[in-house]
Structure formats: C-alpha cells, structure tokens
C-alpha cells in the first residue's frame, strides 16, 4: 500500500487560500491530497466501488461550489479542512442511503479471498464474515466509524487521526475502544445453524 501525502497545517493553509484566489493548480493539488481518502472513506460507508467513485467526485464538486465561504480555523486549519471536507461525504453517503432505503452490504464476487483455491465453505464463510463486519460497522456512530476506518482502512496513528477528527488523542483512544466494544459485542461467535 502506498504511503499516502502526509496532510499537513501548512499545506492545507496555502492550497486552500489559493484556490479561494481562484488557483486551478491549487485545486487539482487538494484533489490529489484528498481523492483517495475520500474514496476509500465512501467504499468502507458504502461498500460499492462505483458509488464510491461518483460520490467522490460529487463530494469536490460541493467543495469547489463552497469553498469561497469556507473559513480555516486558524490553531488547526488541516483538521478543520479534513473534517469539512470528510462531512461533505458523509452527508452524501447518508443523502444516497435515505434516497434508496436499503441497507448495502458488499459482496464483491472478485473479493480477494486469501489461500490458492479455497473451499467453497471457507469463501462462504468468509463472505459471511466480511457481511456481519460491514452491518457492524455501519451500526457505529460517525466519530467512531471514522476512527475504525482511519486506523484499520488507512494505518493512520492515532496522532494523526486526533489532527484529522479536530480531537485529543486521548478522545480518539476511548472513541475506538468503544467502537471496538461494540464490533465485539456486535458480531461475537456466528449462530451456525443446527
């Protein structure tokens, strides 16, 4: 996996005044600094790869349309930017879920699946596994689902999420071992049929 660009206070102050200035290079720079986090945000929410392309795009078009108003908090402009910028998507993602009214859960048929050639027992079981982790997931409140995807989906420290979310690192410690408590709780054993 590669290491993404690091968001840092400084880049995002001068991206962002000069693309209030109207910088076209500015822009395209944010767009890469946050594409695929936004992307693999709105997949692990949503769980269609698709979905998750067309909201992603969605999402930096509602931030180009109000990023004139947008006001950098001055003691943490990176994480005031990330949060904003990661609200827009979750607003869409719920937005797209109340439009449908249907709980999705992926089931990718092309899902790597770990082992040469695996029974089919252990891929169903595996799908299963994976469909009780995503219902999980989605039962978590925001804060905790960011912190679960910012530490499990992009390896980010826990520094780096408490600069991300706006928060301490001690808040972001106790948001993800509530959030772990509940997944536990959630999907302890599988009921297996009698």
């Given at each position: 996996?590669?290491?993404?660009?690091?968001?840092?206070?400084?880049?995002?102050?001068?991206?962002?005044?000069?693309?209030?200035?109207?910088?076209?290079?500015?822009?395209?720079?944010?767009?890469?600094?946050?594409?695929?986090?936004?992307?693999?945000?709105?997949?692990?929410?949503?769980?269609?790869?698709?979905?998750?392309?067309?909201?992603?795009?969605?999402?930096?078009?509602?931030?180009?349309?109000?990023?004139?108003?947008?006001?950098?908090?001055?003691?943490?402009?990176?994480?005031?930017?990330?949060?904003?910028?990661?609200?827009?998507?979750?607003?869409?993602?719920?937005?797209?879920?109340?439009?449908?009214?249907?709980?999705?859960?992926s089931l990718d048929p092309e899902l790597p699946l770990p082992g040469l050639d695996p029974a089919p027992e252990a891929v169903a079981e595996q799908r299963e596994t994976l469909a009780r982790l995503a219902q999980a997931i989605q039962a978590l409140n925001e804060e905790q689902r960011l912190v679960i995807i910012g530490k499990f989906v992009e390896e980010m420290s826990n520094a780096q999420i408490a600069a991300w979310l706006g928060k301490t690192e001690g808040a972001v410690k106790s948001l993800q071992h509530r959030a772990l408590r509940t997944l536990g709780r959630l999907l302890g054993p599988a009921k297996r049929p009698t």
């Open positions: 996996m590669a290491v993404p660009t690091p968001v840092t206070d400084e880049t995002v102050t001068s991206l962002v005044l000069r693309c209030q200035r109207g910088d076209q290079s500015a822009l395209e720079q944010l767009y890469e600094l946050y594409a695929d986090r936004i992307y693999r945000y709105l997949l692990a929410r949503l769980g269609d790869e698709e979905l998750a392309a067309d909201l992603t795009t969605e999402v930096f078009v509602r931030m180009i349309g109000r990023l004139a108003g947008f006001r950098l908090n001055r003691q943490r402009p990176a994480a005031s930017f990330s949060a904003w910028l990661y609200r827009i998507a979750a607003n869409l993602a719920c937005d797209h879920r109340r439009s449908r009214r249907v709980v999705q859960v």
